[in-house]
Structures are given as C-alpha cells and as structure tokens.
C-alpha cells in the first residue's frame, strides 16, 4: 500500500532562515534516500539535504529563494510503506556548526560500539590532516589506523625516514668532496644500528607527535583494520575485538602499497621501499629496479652507505616526469658513481642462490644475467581502495583501486570523501594534506575546493631534481606559445661555494601574458627552491614579477631570479648574444 509521506528540513545546527538555492528534484522524480534533494546556503556554509525515504516526489513545497528553517515542508512523496506521516532528520548535533545535513537527515539508528559524526579512515598525511581539520572545525570525529603508529606511509615508511636516511648520505658525499678543498676526514665509520636507531627515534618524535595533536582536538583513534559494512557503519577488527563505528560522514584516506613484481621468489634479500628505510645491512651489491624517484632516492642512500649500485629502468630515461635536460645532471653524477645504469632494459626473471640473486636481464647494454646480494623493486604504486569493503557502502571504486572524486572530495555517496594516494595521481603526501583539508572542510559544510594551480614535485637525490606546473616536454606536446629563461649555476657564486655547479634552473612563460607556467630545477637544496616556483604560478606572477624581486645574494634562489631576467633580456649575471 502506498502512503503520502511529509519531508521535512531537519535540523540544521545553528541555522535558521537559510536560503534555498538550489532544488534538485522535480514533482515526478523517483528518489531514494541519500539523494540530494535541496541545497541551502547561509553565509557560513552550503548544505546538501538528501532524501530520507524511498519514493515518488508528488509535489514540491519549496522554491529557490524560500528561507527555510528546520521542520519546514520540503515536498510530498509517495512511498511504498505508510509509516509516520511526516519524515524528518534526527536530529544533527547543533554543536557541529555548519555540519552537512547530507547525514545527519539519514542518520542511521544503528546499534554500534562508536558513534562517529566524521570518520576517518587511515591516518597518514591525508587522514591526519583531515581529522585534525574537521576536529578543528568542531565536528566528533573518530580516526582509525590499522598500524599502531599514526603518520601513514609518509612518516613511517615513506617520506621521513627517506630524507633522515639521505641526509646521512649527504653528510657522506660532502665530507668526501670536501678533499677537493683540502680538508679530509677519511673514509667514515659506519655504524648501521646507530644511524637505524636515529632514524627511528625521528619517527618516533613526529608520530608520537600527532599522537598528542589528536588528544589535544579530542580526535578519538581506533587502531585495527577497516571495513566498511554499509554506508554508515564501519567494522574494525582491534587487538580487543571487532568494534562497529556508525558514522554520519566518512573520509577514505587508505593510502597506497608498492606493487610488487609477479614470479619473483619469496626471499628476504628481494625488498621494497619500506624492506630498504629498515636498513637492516648495507648489501654489497644493490640492484635497484625502477629509475623514478623512490627506486633513485634508495640508490642515493645505498650508494653513500657503500653498496656497489646497478639501476635498471625499463624505460630510456630516469624520472620520466621531468624534462630530460633537468634530469641530465643527476643522470651523469650516477652514472660515473654506481656500478651500472640500464635503461630500456627490463630484469626478465630473479633466481634466488645460496649466496646470492642471480638477476637476467633483457634490453641494450645488459648482461644475460648478473648476481647481486640485494634486490629492491620499485616499480611504483598501487592504491589500495579495493581493500576496504567500499562496495558494501555504494563507493565506485575502479578497477585498479583508484576512488573516484569531484573537486570537493566527495565520492559518488554523497555523505563519503576520500583523499591522497587512494584518488589518483600524484602519489605525493603534499597534495594529500590539501585534498585532506578540502575534504573536512566540504564536511564541515564549507563551500571548499581543490582548486590547486599546480603540485610540485621532487626526487631528493644528489643533485635534487624538481619541477612544477607544465613541462618543457609537455608545452611542445600541447603546443603551447612559450618562451624560458635558463640560468646555469655554473654562473652562481653560491653555486660555486658549495663545490657544486651542474645544477640548473628554468623558468617557462606564456609568450604573449609572460606569466610563468612551470619550472624545473636541478641542484642541491632543489627541492626548496622550487616552491618559490609554485608560489609564483599560483600568484600567476610574470618574468618581471619574479626578476625584479630582490632575492638575497649570495643563494641559490637568485637562480630563479635570474632565469626570469633570462627570459626577460635584462640578466647581467650572463652575457647572452641579443637574436
Ligand atoms: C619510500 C617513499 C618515499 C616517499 N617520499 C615522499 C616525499 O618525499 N614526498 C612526498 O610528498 N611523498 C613521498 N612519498 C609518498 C607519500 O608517502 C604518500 O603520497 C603519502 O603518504 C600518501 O598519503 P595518504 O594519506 O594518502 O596515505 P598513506 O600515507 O598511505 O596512509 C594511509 C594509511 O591508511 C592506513 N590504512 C589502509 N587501509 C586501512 C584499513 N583498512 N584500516 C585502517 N587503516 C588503513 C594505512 O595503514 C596508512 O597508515 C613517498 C613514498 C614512499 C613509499
């Protein structure tokens, strides 16, 4: 039997009076719950109110620029079940001002061990960051990480313990340059538990730090592994047993993993990333299989700590996302340092001996086959949404375990988000943070993006390698109408003073506005620098905005000066021939 069914605004926190700005449905329409129905806004936040039934839409009571308040008549359907005569939200809790009515008008009654108005799932530098933003914004959340210690790939496995190890490396490769100066400190001791037990303790400063940054926002942490059982109830199996979650909102912040290679033989001495960062020896001979940033940046540390390096790479060049004249630099340093380079070269099987791997390779320049004691494959990233039971929530998730997301972070179930690794391309901790704040924000009922111009990106090797916004490469691909200043550091005094002077930096303009449209930089501390070039295309800063910036001498940072003067005929740092 079917009945006509009340819906109603429901309770919207502090919010009265709010303007209708949007209606989303039409007399005639079947919806279901969940379905956006209205969208209201106030000065303070949009809220999406969904249906919280399943039926006919028989007429609208409800027009754009009507002010509403909670309990006011939004439509009229007509449903299947004859239940109560007029529907409305539980009610949201006041406190979390500007919290979307997307949940809080479906809030399940479900018996549940938690009760969570936002949930978090994952910890690393999208989940953190997200939690701690929402908490911020005054909305309960609960964050749940499977490992014990919070931080993600990126302080535990990633980021961090990379950079402490290679700046180990960089103390290593300085000091031994430091005899072209007339200052030798003779070969170094190295004493591996102590550099592991450094390392450590720097992860454990910073994850015991956002420990303490969610006791102090009252973000309650659940550790075990998630998984979702529909689209308001999250299982988590705990050391204690499992624990149901209900929540209203949800953020899939699940990360990534190394992709492993497929009939490789299951021995200890074939690692990924997370095998190199536990240092556990230094093997004698090191094949590194991948030449992009993450296989580049253990060959760097590896190298210095004395292992005899190979990197294969299958494809003709290293760091295929940057141009190859920035790359160039690195590629000849390692080139005369490690044992062997081969690019367009695949390892075609991996024989695991008594004493050794016996590695066969297939492509120009390669032995047959060779013997190493250690192998690392870093061959890149998967994400991990295919893990966490999102179907059972109604999340699309493709088919390689990619989440699909708009701009505000938003799943195709509108009261689910989801953040860093897990949504795409690039794999970088930096745009995790900021799709994690975009996320708590549009949960919090803001009217945020992700709107980044740009997202740089960095290999710390030695030299540092990196770049921003379009390439060179890509320009000519697209065929844009550009122009670019290059200054060599040759020409850098600072340069000079480091005992360094491969590096460069290139600036890329539009011809006609001027304006800078990407960078990339080579050298030490590049990294640093190229942020300077991120802030310059948000700014939309052009050659003469960046040029006639006094920048401090003598740094580094005048090269990005200078290649804007290039660019712009007015350098005196270089004598270029007018054309
Ligand atoms: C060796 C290495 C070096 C890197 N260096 C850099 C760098 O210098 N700069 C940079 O920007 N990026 C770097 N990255 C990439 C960076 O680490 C990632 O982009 C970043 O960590 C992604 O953040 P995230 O929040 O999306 O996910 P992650 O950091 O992957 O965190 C996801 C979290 O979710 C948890 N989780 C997953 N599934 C579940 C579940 N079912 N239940 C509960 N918890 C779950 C995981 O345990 C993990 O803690 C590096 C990566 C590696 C491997």
Redesign the pocket.
């Known amino acids: 039997m079917s009945s006509k069914q009340e819906v109603r605004i429901p309770n919207i926190g502090d919010f009265a009076d709010v303007e209708v700005i949007e209606v989303l449905v039409k007399k005639g329409d079947t919806i279901n719950p969940e379905d956006p129905l209205i969208t209201l806004e106030s000065d303070k936040a949009s809220i999406t109110v969904p249906s919280p039934l399943a039926g006919k839409v028989r007429e609208i009571r409800i027009a754009v620029g009507d002010k509403v308040s909670a309990g006011d008549l939004i439509l009229l359907a007509e449903t299947e079940t004859a239940t109560a005569a007029a529907i409305q939200a539980t009610t949201a809790n006041p406190a979390v001002t500007g919290t979307t009515a997307a949940a809080a008008a479906s809030r399940p009654t479900i018996k549940a061990d938690l009760q969570a108005e936002l949930l978090v799932?994952?910890?690393?530098?999208?989940?953190y960051t997200a939690a701690f933003r929402a908490a911020d914004l005054g909305i309960q959340t609960v964050l749940?990480?499977?490992?014990p210690a919070l931080?993600?790939?990126?302080l535990n496995?990633?980021?961090i313990p990379?950079?402490a190890l290679l700046h180990a490396a960089r103390v290593i490769s300085d000091s031994k340059e430091a005899q072209v100066f007339g200052i030798d400190f003779g070969d170094p001791k190295i004493d591996i538990n102590t550099l592991r037990g450094w390392k450590d303790k720097v992860l454990g400063q910073l994850t015991n730090g956002l420990k303490g940054l969610a006791k102090q926002r009252k973000v309650e942490v659940v550790h075990?592994?998630?998984?979702f059982l529909s689209p308001h109830e999250l299982k988590v199996a705990t050391a204690s047993g499992d624990k149901i979650i209900a929540f209203e909102q949800a953020i899939i912040?699940?990360?990534?993993q190394?992709i492993t290679l497929p009939d490789f033989p299951d021995d200890p001495r074939i690692i990924n990333?997370t095998g190199a960062?536990e240092l556990q020896n230094i093997p004698g001979r090191l094949l590194v299989i991948g030449g992009g940033i993450?296989g580049l940046?253990m060959a760097t540390v590896y190298h210095a700590l004395g292992a005899k390096v190979t990197v294969v790479e299958a494809l003709d060049r290293l760091i295929a996302g940057a141009d190859a004249d920035i790359v160039k630099p690195l590629h000849r340093r390692i080139q005369k340092q490690y044992a062997n380079l081969y690019l367009g070269a695949k390892v075609t099987g991996v024989t695991a001996g008594k004493d050794e791997l016996i590695v066969s390779f297939k492509g120009e320049g390669t032995p047959a086959s060779a013997s190493f004691d250690c192998v690392l494959v870093a061959v890149g990233?998967r994400p991990?949404g295919l893990?966490?039971g999102a179907e059972r929530a109604g999340v699309n998730v493709d088919k390689r375990g990619y989440i699909l997301v708009d701009k505000q972070q938003r799943t195709n179930v509108q009261h689910i988000f989801a953040?860093?690794?897990?949504v795409g391309q690039p794999?970088?901790?930096?745009k995790?943070v900021h799709e994690g704040k975009v996320a708590a924000e549009v949960a919090a009922g803001w009217k945020s993006e992700f709107n980044a111009r740009v997202i740089p990106s960095?290999a710390?090797t030695d030299p540092e390698v990196a770049w921003v916004g379009v390439t060179e490469e890509e320009a000519q691909v697209q065929g844009l109408n550009f122009g670019k200043g290059v200054f060599p550091w040759a020409a850098s005094g600072r340069s000079l003073t480091l005992g360094r002077n491969e590096g460069m930096t290139k600036l890329l303009f539009d011809a006609d506005s001027k304006t800078i449209i990407g960078a990339g930089i080579v050298g030490p501390n590049a990294g640093d620098l190229i942020a300077e070039a991120a802030l310059a295309i948000e700014m939309g800063c052009d050659a003469e905005d960046i040029g006639l910036t006094i920048h401090p001498h003598p740094t580094l940072s005048e090269t990005v000066a200078f290649s804007a003067e290039a660019f712009a005929g007015t350098i005196t740092d270089l004598y270029l021939p007018k054309k």
Do not use: F, T, W
């Open positions: 799932l994952g910890s690393g530098p999208g989940g749940v990480e499977r490992y931080g993600g790939v990126c496995v990633g980021c990379s950079k075990g592994a998630g998984e912040a699940v990360g990534s190394a990333s960062l993450i940046e990233r991990n893990q966490v953040i860093g690794d897990v794999m970088l901790a930096h995790a960095v710390y």
